[in-house]
Protein backbone atom coordinates (compact mmCIF):
# COMPACT_ATOMS: atom_id res chain seq x y z
CA UNK A 1 0.00 0.00 0.00
CA UNK A 2 1.21 3.30 -0.82
CA UNK A 3 2.42 5.71 1.88
CA UNK A 4 3.13 9.34 3.08
CA UNK A 5 4.71 9.38 6.63
CA UNK A 6 4.83 12.29 8.52
CA UNK A 7 5.91 12.93 12.37
CA UNK A 8 2.21 14.14 13.96
CA UNK A 9 4.34 16.93 16.08
CA UNK A 10 3.93 18.95 17.61
CA UNK A 11 6.92 20.65 16.16
CA UNK A 12 7.75 23.88 18.27
CA UNK A 13 10.37 26.78 16.86
CA UNK A 14 11.00 29.92 18.26
CA UNK A 15 9.66 32.66 16.37
CA UNK A 16 12.37 34.19 13.76
CA UNK A 17 14.18 30.77 13.41
CA UNK A 18 13.82 27.92 10.76
CA UNK A 19 11.25 25.30 10.93
CA UNK A 20 12.22 22.23 8.98
CA UNK A 21 9.37 20.18 8.37
CA UNK A 22 9.67 16.47 6.45
CA UNK A 23 8.18 13.59 4.77
CA UNK A 24 8.59 10.05 3.35
CA UNK A 25 7.10 8.66 0.53
CA UNK A 26 6.52 4.46 -0.20
CA UNK A 27 6.23 4.59 -4.39
CA UNK A 28 8.98 5.35 -5.80
CA UNK A 29 6.70 6.02 -9.24
CA UNK A 30 5.64 9.17 -7.69
CA UNK A 31 6.60 12.75 -9.42
CA UNK A 32 5.12 15.20 -8.10
CA UNK A 33 5.05 16.70 -4.59
CA UNK A 34 3.18 19.12 -2.56
CA UNK A 35 2.83 20.77 0.54
CA UNK A 36 -0.32 21.99 1.75
CA UNK A 37 -0.87 24.54 4.76
CA UNK A 38 -4.33 23.92 7.06
CA UNK A 39 -5.13 26.66 10.10
CA UNK A 40 -7.43 24.50 12.71
CA UNK A 41 -10.91 24.22 11.24
CA UNK A 42 -10.21 25.64 7.59
CA UNK A 43 -9.40 23.51 4.53
CA UNK A 44 -5.92 23.38 3.25
CA UNK A 45 -4.12 25.47 0.82
CA UNK A 46 -1.50 25.07 -1.45
CA UNK A 47 1.90 26.26 -0.06
CA UNK A 48 4.58 24.88 -2.70
CA UNK A 49 5.07 21.91 -5.09
CA UNK A 50 8.36 20.10 -6.29
CA UNK A 51 8.74 17.67 -8.94
CA UNK A 52 12.46 17.94 -9.63
CA UNK A 53 15.67 16.89 -7.28
CA UNK A 54 16.89 20.05 -5.35
CA UNK A 55 15.73 22.71 -3.66
CA UNK A 56 12.57 24.72 -4.78
CA UNK A 57 12.69 28.48 -3.41
CA UNK A 58 9.56 30.80 -2.55
CA UNK A 59 9.95 33.51 -0.52
CA UNK A 60 10.46 32.28 2.92
CA UNK A 61 9.00 28.72 2.01
CA UNK A 62 11.89 26.10 0.49
CA UNK A 63 10.87 22.55 -0.88
CA UNK A 64 13.83 20.09 -0.84
CA UNK A 65 12.96 17.02 -2.95
CA UNK A 66 15.58 13.88 -2.84
CA UNK A 67 14.18 10.55 -4.62
CA UNK A 68 17.08 8.23 -4.10
CA UNK A 69 16.02 8.63 -0.13
CA UNK A 70 12.02 8.93 -1.24
CA UNK A 71 11.95 12.45 1.13
CA UNK A 72 10.64 15.74 0.77
CA UNK A 73 11.16 18.41 3.44
CA UNK A 74 9.61 22.38 3.86
CA UNK A 75 11.66 24.70 5.48
CA UNK A 76 10.50 28.06 6.84
CA UNK A 77 12.82 30.82 6.99
CA UNK A 78 11.73 33.67 9.72
CA UNK A 79 9.31 31.52 11.19
CA UNK A 80 6.15 33.79 12.50
CA UNK A 81 3.37 32.86 14.54
CA UNK A 82 1.40 33.03 11.74
CA UNK A 83 2.86 30.10 10.45
CA UNK A 84 1.36 27.88 13.00
CA UNK A 85 -0.73 25.67 11.51
CA UNK A 86 -0.88 21.77 10.35
CA UNK A 87 1.53 21.32 7.15
CA UNK A 88 0.31 18.57 4.97
CA UNK A 89 2.71 16.69 3.05
CA UNK A 90 0.73 15.06 -0.68
CA UNK A 91 2.53 12.77 -3.12
CA UNK A 92 0.67 12.11 -6.92
CA UNK A 93 0.03 8.38 -7.58
CA UNK A 94 1.46 7.92 -10.68
CA UNK A 95 -1.29 6.10 -12.48
CA UNK A 96 -3.67 8.93 -12.57
CA UNK A 97 -2.24 11.65 -10.51
CA UNK A 98 -4.34 10.51 -7.57
CA UNK A 99 -2.90 12.76 -4.34
CA UNK A 100 -1.74 10.25 -1.29
CA UNK A 101 -1.91 12.46 1.55
CA UNK A 102 0.00 12.09 4.90
CA UNK A 103 -1.58 12.86 8.08
CA UNK A 104 0.07 16.60 8.76
CA UNK A 105 2.74 18.03 11.28
CA UNK A 106 1.64 20.36 13.66
CA UNK A 107 3.71 23.36 13.45
CA UNK A 108 3.61 25.93 16.47
CA UNK A 109 5.94 29.31 16.44
CA UNK A 110 6.73 30.50 19.23
CA UNK A 111 6.82 33.96 20.19
CA UNK B 1 -16.79 34.57 -4.92
CA UNK B 2 -14.72 31.44 -3.75
CA UNK B 3 -13.84 29.44 -6.18
CA UNK B 4 -15.27 26.02 -4.67
CA UNK B 5 -18.01 26.27 -2.14
CA UNK B 6 -19.90 23.96 -0.33
CA UNK B 7 -23.41 23.58 1.22
CA UNK B 8 -24.12 23.31 4.38
CA UNK B 9 -21.27 24.27 5.79
CA UNK B 10 -22.26 23.17 9.00
CA UNK B 11 -24.81 20.01 9.98
CA UNK B 12 -26.23 18.55 13.43
CA UNK B 13 -28.31 15.21 12.54
CA UNK B 14 -29.64 12.08 13.80
CA UNK B 15 -28.52 8.89 13.67
CA UNK B 16 -30.40 7.26 10.92
CA UNK B 17 -31.14 10.78 8.41
CA UNK B 18 -30.53 10.68 4.94
CA UNK B 19 -28.21 13.89 4.43
CA UNK B 20 -26.64 15.48 1.41
CA UNK B 21 -23.85 17.76 1.31
CA UNK B 22 -23.33 19.88 -1.85
CA UNK B 23 -20.56 20.97 -3.63
CA UNK B 24 -19.85 23.86 -6.47
CA UNK B 25 -17.22 25.21 -8.69
CA UNK B 26 -16.83 27.41 -10.81
CA UNK B 27 -13.12 27.34 -11.97
CA UNK B 28 -13.95 25.23 -15.03
CA UNK B 29 -11.87 21.81 -13.16
CA UNK B 30 -13.24 18.42 -14.52
CA UNK B 31 -11.69 16.49 -11.43
CA UNK B 32 -13.50 16.75 -8.44
CA UNK B 33 -13.21 15.12 -4.97
CA UNK B 34 -14.54 14.33 -1.60
CA UNK B 35 -12.54 13.84 1.73
CA UNK B 36 -12.74 13.74 4.86
CA UNK B 37 -10.56 14.68 7.53
CA UNK B 38 -10.80 13.12 11.26
CA UNK B 39 -8.38 14.52 13.93
CA UNK B 40 -4.56 12.87 13.81
CA UNK B 41 -5.79 10.93 10.82
CA UNK B 42 -5.55 13.35 7.65
CA UNK B 43 -7.38 13.41 4.54
CA UNK B 44 -9.26 10.07 3.41
CA UNK B 45 -10.67 9.76 -0.11
CA UNK B 46 -14.51 9.20 -0.28
CA UNK B 47 -15.29 9.31 -3.87
CA UNK B 48 -13.46 11.20 -6.76
CA UNK B 49 -15.06 12.02 -10.46
CA UNK B 50 -12.64 12.45 -13.66
CA UNK B 51 -16.03 14.15 -15.53
CA UNK B 52 -19.39 13.81 -16.08
CA UNK B 53 -19.60 10.12 -16.48
CA UNK B 54 -16.55 9.11 -14.76
CA UNK B 55 -16.95 8.07 -10.57
CA UNK B 56 -14.71 6.09 -9.00
CA UNK B 57 -14.74 5.07 -5.25
CA UNK B 58 -12.00 6.35 -3.22
CA UNK B 59 -10.07 4.49 0.18
CA UNK B 60 -13.04 4.92 2.43
CA UNK B 61 -16.99 4.87 0.40
CA UNK B 62 -19.02 2.29 2.24
CA UNK B 63 -21.80 4.20 3.67
CA UNK B 64 -21.63 7.34 0.94
CA UNK B 65 -22.51 7.57 -2.37
CA UNK B 66 -22.04 10.47 -4.80
CA UNK B 67 -23.72 12.48 -7.80
CA UNK B 68 -22.17 14.34 -10.61
CA UNK B 69 -24.80 16.31 -11.99
CA UNK B 70 -22.38 18.87 -13.94
CA UNK B 71 -19.00 19.39 -14.49
CA UNK B 72 -19.59 22.13 -11.69
CA UNK B 73 -21.82 20.00 -9.43
CA UNK B 74 -20.98 17.06 -7.35
CA UNK B 75 -22.82 15.91 -4.28
CA UNK B 76 -21.75 13.40 -1.26
CA UNK B 77 -24.72 11.92 0.27
CA UNK B 78 -25.43 9.56 3.50
CA UNK B 79 -28.23 7.46 2.82
CA UNK B 80 -28.55 6.49 6.74
CA UNK B 81 -26.02 8.86 8.75
CA UNK B 82 -24.10 6.73 11.36
CA UNK B 83 -22.58 8.45 14.74
CA UNK B 84 -18.67 7.66 13.12
CA UNK B 85 -19.49 9.39 10.12
CA UNK B 86 -18.51 12.76 12.31
CA UNK B 87 -15.97 14.67 11.09
CA UNK B 88 -15.07 17.58 8.34
CA UNK B 89 -15.46 16.78 5.15
CA UNK B 90 -14.36 18.39 1.77
CA UNK B 91 -14.79 19.06 -1.52
CA UNK B 92 -11.83 19.48 -3.94
CA UNK B 93 -11.27 20.18 -7.54
CA UNK B 94 -8.22 19.80 -9.46
CA UNK B 95 -6.82 20.52 -13.10
CA UNK B 96 -3.42 19.26 -14.47
CA UNK B 97 -1.34 22.60 -14.53
CA UNK B 98 2.63 23.12 -14.21
CA UNK B 99 3.04 19.19 -14.38
CA UNK B 100 0.58 17.56 -11.80
CA UNK B 101 -2.67 17.85 -10.71
CA UNK B 102 -2.57 20.41 -7.94
CA UNK B 103 -5.87 20.43 -5.92
CA UNK B 104 -8.11 23.36 -4.50
CA UNK B 105 -10.56 22.39 -1.54
CA UNK B 106 -14.10 24.48 -0.30
CA UNK B 107 -14.18 25.82 3.00
CA UNK B 108 -15.73 22.60 4.66
CA UNK B 109 -18.75 21.32 5.89
CA UNK B 110 -18.69 20.29 9.78
CA UNK B 111 -21.12 16.92 10.16
CA UNK B 112 -22.10 16.15 13.64
CA UNK B 113 -24.13 13.12 13.67
CA UNK B 114 -25.52 12.61 17.23
Redesign the interface.
Known sequence: QKEVEQN?GPLSVPEGAIASLNCTYSDRGS??F?WYRQYS??????IM?I?SNGDKEDGRFTAQLNKASQYVSLLIRDSQPSDSATY?C?V?EGSN???I????TKLIIKP | DADVTQTPRNRITKTGKRIMLECSQTKGHDRMYWYRQDPGLGLRLIYYSFDVKDINKGEISDGYSVSRQAQAKFSLSLESAIPNQTALYFCATSDFVRGSYEQYFGPGTRLTVT
Do not use: D
Request: hydrophobic letters at 35%; aromatic letters at 22%; proline letters at 5%.
Open positions: SQSFGKSPELFYLANYQLWGAG
